[in-house]
Every structure is written in structure tokens, then in C-alpha cells.
């Protein structure tokens, strides 16, 4: 991915984990051919993230995918440090969280940096307005403030008149909203998600889901998010991360894993990908023919599902065009059948 120098981006160069007696001794001895099963076998240790390089641009929602055990929820608490990294760098707004003292990294986590996870964490005792102020309370915020400042949040997940309840007086998908509503509170740069909609319902999942893509839009929040779906990971991410056994198998948009997987690991998840809602002229376009004209146009980012549509009424090919109208390629009937089909 670019490298940027926006002072909002995440960025992890070489991290590693190793969960063993002697994790830096082994490290130097692990060979690209061996696999986890192996080096646990011969080392007793558990390589649970493994030379993991990537960026994450600022505004961006970066999501990391795999199964269970793929070591993705390891690698985000790395990143806050709430589990140690054994090796590498973990830069957060150009600083190192791995050789932060005590003093930096609670100084991250209260203002840059906040968490969401699956279980919601909240205070049974406390009710929603204070469980939502509650980092504004650590901060040092006055009561007043904070609370005014929660009370937007609320507003801003669609909770207001919940304040004085409990949470066992809410649902799941309404403690979940009052999670974020108390990661909001901090307008920290940075939110990291790990599975944040996993336990809920499908229908208050895709709710959420649309709650987050709102937000997103709204506060210009740069985002993390941990899942096992791969449907939530292309409706959220503007880059996602197929990972297995500790390590990557690939990086790119959404579109780009679909059309060109890099292995059969990354096209077994992609298979039954929605193509038409996810691929796009630019992924379908042919070169047009110099001179060419078509009465037609489209922009690069149409959707195939639109594609469709327009095709299915036109024998002609259609123009696709840049931002500023140039025409940058040709779609027609044949391609966007075969786009489909693939």
C-alpha cells in the first residue's frame, strides 16, 4: 500500500508474535516453507502473528479476515499494546507503540486511540450516560462537559432517551451501540474494532454495520476492524487483509481479491463474493478503439449490477470516463457477461 505521511495513519512494519519460554531465539531459526503446526511441533512455540507489514491510511477502514485462530485479534491488540509484540514496529501517528513507556501508552489509549470489542464491556452498575462518559472521567473531564459530550454521542447512535437506563435494559445490539458511543466519546483519530457485530442477530448486524458506514462518513475516523465475514468485510473496508496462520495472503481492495485472488486460499473466500455489487467499469473496461464514440457513457466507479442494466438495452459498446470526462475504455455486452461468469 502508499506510504503516506499523514500524521493519522497505522502503520506495522515486521510484527511478529510469538507466544512461547524464548520467542526472540526461535524467531531467527523460522524458515518461509515452515508452517505454524511445524514450528509448534519443533519449538513449542506459537507463532500467533508472523512478519506482518501493512499501512493504513488515514480516513481509511482497513479490515484485517480470517477464521478462528488465524491470529487477526492477536495482531489488533498488539497494536494497543494490550498484548506485547515480539518483534517489530507499530507506528501510531508516526510514534512507536512498541518502545512507548507506561506513561505514552496510557496517554494513547486515553486520547488517540480506542477499542471496541465483542463483548461490550459495559459497567452493569452504571448507566448508560456514565458508561458512555466513562473516558472522559479518566481524562479528567468535569462532570458537565462530559456528560453534554455523551449525551451527543448517544444522539449520534441513535440512543437518545436511553440515558438513565441500565444496560441489562437494553439489547444487544443497543449495549453495542452504547460501546461505540463510548469509543466516540474520546474523538480518538484512531478506532479498532475486533469483532465488534459477531454476537448479534443478522438483521441488528447489518443495522450496525450501516451505523458504522454513517459514522464513518461523518467523523473521518481511520478504523481497523477485525472480522470473520467475509460479506462485512466488503461492505466496510476500503482495503481488506485475508490472513491465516499468522500471516497475510493477500492485501487489496475488495475488487482486486475478487478478480485476481493469489491463491487458492483467498479464492475460496471470494467465490461466492457478490460481483455485480462489488465490481465496477474500471474493473471490466476494454480499451476503446482510437476515435471511438459511443452516444452511452458511464464513470469508472458503475457498478456491474448497474452495468447490467444498461447493456441488456444497447447492441453498441459504452464509453467509460475518468472524473473529468475523458473516456478511458469501452464496456459492451460480452464483457460484462463475462465479468459474471468468471
Same mark, same amino acid.
Given at each position: 500500500?502508499?506510504?503516506?505521511?499523514?500524521?493519522?495513519?497505522?502503520?506495522?512494519?515486521?510484527?511478529?508474535?510469538?507466544?512461547?519460554?524464548?520467542?526472540?531465539?526461535?524467531?531467527?531459526?523460522?524458515?518461509?516453507?515452515?508452517?505454524?503446526?511445524?514450528?509448534?511441533?519443533?519449538?513449542?512455540?506459537?507463532?500467533?502473528?508472523?512478519?506482518?507489514?501493512?499501512?493504513?491510511?488515514?480516513?481509511?477502514?482497513?479490515?484485517?479476515?480470517?477464521?478462528?485462530?488465524?491470529?487477526?485479534?492477536?495482531?489488533?491488540?498488539?497494536?494497543?499494546?494490550?498484548?506485547?509484540?515480539?518483534?517489530?514496529?507499530?507506528?501510531?501517528?508516526?510514534?512507536?507503540?512498541?518502545?512507548?513507556?507506561?506513561?505514552?501508552?496510557?496517554?494513547?489509549?486515553?486520547?488517540?486511540?480506542?477499542?471496541?470489542?465483542?463483548?461490550?464491556?459495559?459497567?452493569?452498575?452504571?448507566?448508560?450516560?456514565?458508561?458512555?462518559?466513562?473516558?472522559?472521567?479518566?481524562?479528567?473531564?468535569?462532570?458537565?462537559?462530559?456528560?453534554?459530550?455523551?449525551?451527543?454521542?448517544?444522539?449520534?447512535?441513535?440512543?437518545?432517551?436511553?440515558?438513565?437506563?441500565?444496560?441489562?435494559?437494553?439489547?444487544?445490539?443497543?449495549?453495542?451501540?452504547?460501546?461505540?458511543?463510548?469509543?466516540?466519546?474520546?474523538?480518538?483519530?484512531?478506532?479498532?474494532?475486533?469483532?465488534?457485530?459477531?454476537?448479534?442477530?443478522?438483521?441488528?448486524?447489518?443495522?450496525?454495520?450501516?451505523?458504522?458506514?454513517?459514522?464513518?462518513?461523518?467523523?473521518?475516523?481511520?478504523?481497523?476492524?477485525?472480522?470473520?465475514?467475509?460479506?462485512?468485510?466488503?461492505?466496510?473496508?476500503?482495503?481488506? /487483509?485475508?490472513? =491465516? %496462520?499468522?500471516?497475510?495472503?493477500?492485501?487489496? &481492495? *475488495? @475488487?482486486? $481479491?475478487?478478480?485476481?485472488?493469489? !491463491?487458492?486460499?483467498?479464492? /475460496?473466500?471470494? =467465490? %461466492?463474493?457478490?460481483?455485480?455489487?462489488?465490481? &465496477? *467499469? @474500471?474493473? $471490466?473496461?476494454?480499451?476503446?478503439? !482510437?476515435?471511438?464514440?459511443?452516444?452511452?457513457?458511464?464513470?469508472?466507479?458503475?457498478?456491474?449490477?448497474?452495468?447490467?442494466?444498461?447493456?441488456?438495452?444497447?447492441?453498441?459498446?459504452?464509453?467509460?470516463?475518468?472524473?473529468?470526462?475523458?473516456?478511458?475504455?469501452?464496456?459492451?455486452?460480452?464483457?460484462?457477461?463475462?465479468?459474471?461468469?468468471?
Amino acid at each position: 500500500m502508499t506510504t503516506s505521511t499523514s500524521p493519522h495513519t497505522i502503520a506495522c512494519r515486521n510484527v511478529w508474535k510469538v507466544f512461547g519460554r524464548t520467542p526472540e531465539k526461535i524467531i531467527p531459526a523460522i524458515t518461509p516453507e515452515q508452517t505454524r503446526s511445524q514450528i509448534l511441533n519443533h519449538t513449542g512455540h506459537l507463532v500467533a502473528v508472523r512478519d506482518i507489514s501493512f499501512e493504513v491510511q488515514a480516513g481509511e477502514t482497513f479490515v484485517v479476515m480470517g477464521l478462528s485462530g488465524s491470529g487477526k485479534s492477536t495482531l489488533v491488540r498488539c497494536i494497543s499494546r494490550l498484548i506485547e509484540p515480539t518483534r517489530g514496529q507499530i507506528l501510531v501517528q508516526g510514534q512507536d507503540v512498541v518502545t512507548m513507556d507506561s506513561k505514552q501508552l496510557l496517554a494513547l489509549r486515553r486520547h488517540k486511540v480506542s477499542m471496541v470489542f465483542q463483548n461490550f464491556g459495559l459497567f452493569p452498575h452504571r448507566r448508560v450516560l456514565e458508561n458512555v462518559a466513562y473516558g472522559l472521567e479518566v481524562q479528567g473531564m468535569a462532570k458537565k462537559a462530559r456528560q453534554e459530550r455523551a449525551t451527543q454521542m448517544l444522539e449520534l447512535v441513535g440512543l437518545s432517551g436511553w440515558e438513565q437506563h441500565f444496560p441489562r435494559q437494553l439489547s444487544g445490539g443497543m449495549q453495542q451501540r452504547v460501546g461505540l458511543a463510548r469509543a466516540l466519546a474520546v474523538d480518538p483519530d484512531i478506532l479498532l474494532f475486533d469483532e465488534p457485530f459477531s454476537a448479534l442477530d443478522p438483521l441488528i448486524r447489518r443495522d450496525m454495520q450501516d451505523e458504522l458506514i454513517t459514522l464513518r462518513t461523518k467523523m473521518n475516523k481511520t478504523i481497523i476492524f477485525i472480522t470473520h465475514d467475509f460479506a462485512e468485510a466488503l461492505r466496510l473496508g476500503d482495503h481488506i /487483509a485475508i490472513m =491465516k %496462520d499468522g500471516q497475510f495472503m493477500q492485501v487489496g &481492495t *475488495a @475488487a482486486e $481479491l475478487v478478480t485476481h485472488p493469489a !491463491n487458492d486460499y483467498v479464492r /475460496a473466500f471470494t =467465490k %461466492d463474493a457478490p460481483r455485480a455489487k462489488i465490481l &465496477t *467499469a @474500471a474493473n $471490466l473496461m476494454r480499451p476503446a478503439p !482510437n476515435g471511438a464514440e459511443s452516444s452511452t457513457s458511464v464513470s469508472t466507479e458503475t457498478k456491474l449490477e448497474e452495468l447490467i442494466r444498461l447493456v441488456a438495452t444497447t447492441d453498441v459498446p459504452v464509453a467509460v470516463v475518468d472524473a473529468e470526462q475523458h473516456v478511458v475504455g469501452q464496456i459492451d455486452r460480452a464483457s460484462v457477461m463475462q465479468a459474471l461468469i468468471d
